[in-house]
């Protein structure tokens, strides 16, 4: 069982490159998140989604817009790169039946961006 | 949902209890407590939860007070691999709050040998 799995691993973007990071879990969990890592510090919620075709704002969504076209996946995605992206991005998933106990997320390894 | 506060770091020997605080003195009834740690640069991993009661799984031991404002997550015998960021969320149980897990800063805690 794979849960979360977040595509690329690793990526060097420069100033204003676009693209897109994927998140795609199996456990048929309805919402979804995404979250950035600063070095050193705890983790922001981006934006994220409540079932396919529904997505919302977190605490830091300027910058990133995002989809949910299908259940199982949940796509992020940079317009135009800037240097201040430059972190980790952790995707999770959740569900009220999740094996965790109420409510409790399944996160994903992380994509490691870096903006030169 | 209600802030968190942690100490910033903690230790403590190998084979000891781990006995990690968290005031949440803003609490409100209908909300959970969670506990995530972080090792490394891994992905968090669900430790514990709950909403009044003290409860116990194979990872740890929570303890909730009975006013609901603090809490402590025990681990009862910590291990080198016990060594990560530790959070501690407040979380609403309510459908319209969408289960969001908003993460504070944490305590980091160094398991020593």
């Known amino acids: 069982n794979a849960g979360v799995t977040q595509t690329p691993k690793f990526r060097v973007l420069k100033t204003g490159q676009s693209m897109t990071l994927l998140c795609a879990q199996d456990?048929?969990?309805?919402?979804m998140y995404w979250y950035r890592q600063d070095p050193g510090m705890g983790l922001r919620l981006i934006h994220y989604?409540?079932?396919?075709?529904?997505?919302a704002k977190g605490e830091v969504p300027d910058g990133y817009n995002v989809s949910r076209l299908k259940k199982q996946n949940f796509l992020l995605g940079l317009e135009s790169a800037a240097p201040s992206q430059t972190s980790v991005y952790f995707c999770?998933?959740?569900?009220?039946?999740?094996?965790?106990?109420?409510?409790?997320?399944?996160f994903g390894s992380g994509t490691r961006l870096t903006v030169v | 949902d209600a802030k968190t506060t942690q100490p910033p770091s903690m230790d403590c020997a190998e084979g000891r209890a781990a006995n990690l605080p968290c005031n949440h003195s803003t609490i409100s009834g209908n909300e959970y407590v969670y506990w995530y740690r972080q090792i490394h640069s891994q992905g968090p991993q669900y430790i514990i939860h709950?909403?009044?009661n003290n409860e116990t799984n194979e990872m740890a031991s929570l303890i909730i007070t009975e006013d609901r404002k603090s809490s402590t997550l025990i681990l009862p015998h910590a291990t080198l691999r016990d060594t990560a960021v530790y959070y501690c969320i407040v979380r609403s149980a309510r459908m319209d709050s969408s289960y969001k897990l908003i993460f504070g800063s944490g305590t980091r805690l160094l398991v020593r040998p």
């Open positions: 989604s409540v079932g396919e075709g529904t997505t």
């Open positions: 456990m048929n969990h309805e919402y």
């Open positions: 999770a998933s959740s569900s009220p039946a999740s094996g965790q106990g109420a409510h409790g997320y399944t």
């Open positions: 709950g909403l009044k």
